[in-house]
């Protein structure tokens, strides 16, 4: 335990600036070689980064109708589709109508002046604003 007692940072450093203080006529080669060996031994003890190009992926097609459909079975199924998503934008028009009505009833609850806040609201999004039309450059021959 003794001698880790007699081994501190400051002590080390302190012996370091020591000894760079005291003249020395081979110091700058010295530090030279040091740093030279140094970056030798980084540069061909490091190896070199090789990257290997990726396998190409094996693709997999996956198909959900049958080969041979016809152009009724084609429409028949779009028309159930378009079913289905307009079903799906009712129910959500439908939920956030009701969310917004619980937002309304909150407010009010709240004591906001809920008719206000949507009007401001309303106006400051940039959903509200009407879309400037489109200017048409002339010509290029006029």
């Known amino acids: 335990m003794s001698y880790w007692r007699r081994i501190s940072p400051r002590g080390a450093v302190s012996d370091f600036i020591e000894e760079w203080r005291r003249p ?3 110091r700058w080669q010295i530090l030279g070689l040091a740093v030279a060996i ?3 031994g980084m540069v061909f003890l490091i190896p070199e980064n090789v990257r290997v190009p ?3 992926p094996e693709v997999t097609y996956i ?3 049958e080969e041979g ?3 009724e079975e084609i429409a028949a199924s779009n028309a159930a589709n378009q079913a289905r998503k307009e079903e799906a934008a ?3 028009a439908e939920r956030q109508a009701r969310r917004r ?3 309304r009833a909150l407010g009010k609850a709240s004591g906001f002046d809920v008719d206000e806040l949507e009007r401001q609201y309303s106006e400051d999004s940039p959903a509200a604003e009407p879309a400037e039309p489109a200017q048409e450059s002339p010509p290029a021959g006029e």
Do not use: H
């Open 24 to 26: 020395q006529p081979y």
């Open 38 to 40: 140094t970056f030798a």
């Open 54 to 56: 990726p396998a190409r």
């Open 63 to 65: 198909t959900t109708w």
């Open 69 to 71: 459909r016809t152009d």
């Open 90 to 92: 009712r129910l959500a």
């Open 101 to 103: 009505e619980a937002f």
